[in-house]
């Protein structure tokens, strides 16, 4: 049996496709004309027929409209100072890169950094509990090894 055209709309025309979507859109405006007698009798039920009253017969759409410039003020304004924040901080760190895993320290050199022998420091990392006191200028001043009896 041979493929209708209907499943393969590759295979349609220009002008056939537009048919197809101007028919399309017109039984879609039907379907939907056909159920405003239930939505208006569902809104009226529910109190939108006060809203209708409210905005458009009194006019509160005027506060509405009002309201909403002031949002988007708001909104523009606050966009644009998260705009100028990001131009400001790509310009201050562009070709920067912050998020480099910093390099690792080896034995020897943190033994060295804290004046320490690297066999005491080998030590005191194996260590579960150690009091280190530090001079104002970051350097060790005492060490001392703790018992679990010594903080309780």
């Known amino acids: 049996m041979k493929e209708l055209i209907i499943n393969a709309p590759t295979v349609q025309s220009l002008w056939q ?3 197809s979507v101007i028919f ?3 039984f879609w405006m039907i379907w939907f004309f ?15 027929d006060l809203v209708y009253f409210e905005m458009f017969e009194m006019e ?3 506060a509405v409209i009002e309201d909403l410039f002031r949002f988007l003020t708001i909104v523009t304004l606050l966009g644009g100072a998260l705009a ?3 131009a400001y901080n790509y310009f201050r760190f562009k070709g920067r890169e912050k998020r480099k895993t910093p390099a690792l320290v080896d034995h020897d050199n943190l033994a060295e950094y804290f004046e320490v022998h690297a066999e005491e420091l080998k030590r005191y990392q194996q260590e579960k509990l150690l009091t280190v006191e530090f001079d104002p200028e970051a350097r060790i001043v005492s060490i001392q090894r703790l018992e679990k009896r010594d903080l309780g």
């Not at 056909?34 to 939108?48: E, R, V």
Request: charged letters at 5%; zero cysteines.
């Open 84 to 86: 100028v924040w990001a």
């Open 17 to 19: 496709r537009t048919t």
């Open 34 to 48: 056909l159920w405003i007698p239930l939505a208006t009798l569902i809104a009226w039920y529910l109190g939108l």
């Open 60 to 62: 509160g759409f005027r």
């Open 24 to 26: 399309t859109f017109i």
